[in-house]
């Protein structure tokens, strides 16, 4: 069968989601001989929808080879290697999609995104206020700038990107939730419960919000008022190890010992290398 027809082929069954039989016929065509850009991309993406990211790195790298130029195909490649836990190779990748499509949002929001991930928040910062310069209303580069400022202990250039995200998206927690991280970090408690108990009118069952207003009295040494929130975030989270040790350790400063030791034998089950949970297990 002609590539061409094979490619029109893969490419019906990739628009019905039906990536299994997309695939062999992408591969066709380039066994083929057919080796136009789409077909690299669209490969490229049918694997990683089929949760097979080092297939996706490979052929995405090999279109790379004979088309150099598509900040799209860069742009997939990112994300595969992130997925893959390969973060300098990904920020590279990123770093030519942006330079390559300057104007594209998800190109830029990425790139921001992992240089916050590699720890360099000031460059992050400068690029997506410069991206911000000409869309100010993109609510996810106003919470990346955010939590780019945040990162480097700005907190007050944090707070304003992260209330502008909010006003654009006011059905989002987020914005309130990285506030509140960002307050704790700077003892600012009352902002942070503030920030927090905001979250959770958004959205009353957000795990993170709990989790972080109970870390907010925590932090304060309210430790009865943080339990209830404590014990929320584990409720609503309940794979999540490193809830339930909080949620001993709060236990345990209330002297209550019967069941900190129940909430850090349960965390270890979760994940047997929790360290608080066994640091904790040790003093009572």
């Known amino acids: 069968m002609p590539a061409e027809m094979l490619f029109e082929m893969a490419n019906a069954f990739a628009a019905k989601r039906d990536f299994v039989q997309a695939i062999p016929r992408y591969e066709a065509c380039?066994?083929?001989?057919?080796?136009?850009?789409?077909?690299?991309?669209?490969?490229?993406?049918a694997y990683l929808e089929t949760g097979r990211p080092a297939d996706a790195i490979r052929i995405l790298e090999d279109g790379l080879q004979r088309h150099?130029?598509?900040?799209?195909?860069?742009?997939?490649?990112?994300?595969?290697?992130?997925?893959?836990n390969l973060p300098e190779k990904a920020l590279a990748a990123a770093t030519r999609a942006s330079k390559l499509a300057p104007a594209d949002a998800e190109n830029q929001r990425l790139y921001g995104e992992l240089l916050i991930d590699a720890g360099r928040c000031q460059e992050a910062a400068q690029q997506l206020e410069k991206f911000l310069a000409?869309?100010?209303?993109?609510?996810?580069?106003?919470l990346l700038v955010g939590r780019a400022y945040g990162e480097q202990g700005e907190w007050k250039k944090a707070a304003n990107a992260?209330?502008?995200?909010?006003?654009?998206?006011?059905?989002?927690p987020?914005?309130?939730?990285?506030?509140?991280v960002y307050f704790v970090r700077a003892?600012?408690?009352?902002?942070?419960?503030?920030?927090?108990?905001?979250?959770?009118?958004?959205?009353?069952?957000?795990?993170?919000?709990?989790a972080w207003l109970g870390e907010a009295w925590m932090q304060q040494s309210q430790f009865q008022k943080a339990m209830p929130h404590l014990q929320q975030a584990a409720d609503l989270s309940p794979g999540d190890a490193?809830?339930?040790?909080?949620?001993?350790?709060?236990?345990?400063?209330?002297?209550?010992?019967?069941?900190a030791r129940n909430a850090f034998n349960k965390a270890l089950q979760l994940?047997?290398?929790?360290?608080?949970?066994?640091?904790?297990?040790?003093?009572l």
């Open 134 to 142: 000409r869309n100010a209303n993109d609510y996810p580069a106003q």
């Open 162 to 172: 992260l209330n502008r995200a909010a006003r654009l998206e006011l059905t989002r």
């Open 30 to 45: 380039l066994r083929q001989g057919f080796t136009d850009l789409a077909v690299y991309f669209n490969l490229g993406a």
């Open 68 to 84: 150099p130029g598509d900040a799209e195909m860069h742009y997939q490649l990112a994300l595969a290697l992130r997925s893959q």
């Open 187 to 210: 003892h600012k408690y009352r902002e942070a419960v503030a920030a927090l108990e905001s979250a959770l009118a958004v959205d009353p069952k957000s795990a993170s919000a709990y």
């Open 242 to 259: 490193n809830q339930l040790a909080r949620l001993g350790q709060c236990y345990a400063q209330l002297k209550r010992r019967t069941e």
């Open 271 to 283: 994940d047997p290398g929790c360290q608080l949970a066994r640091d904790w297990l040790k003093k």
């Open 174 to 180: 987020d914005p309130y939730i990285w506030m509140g």
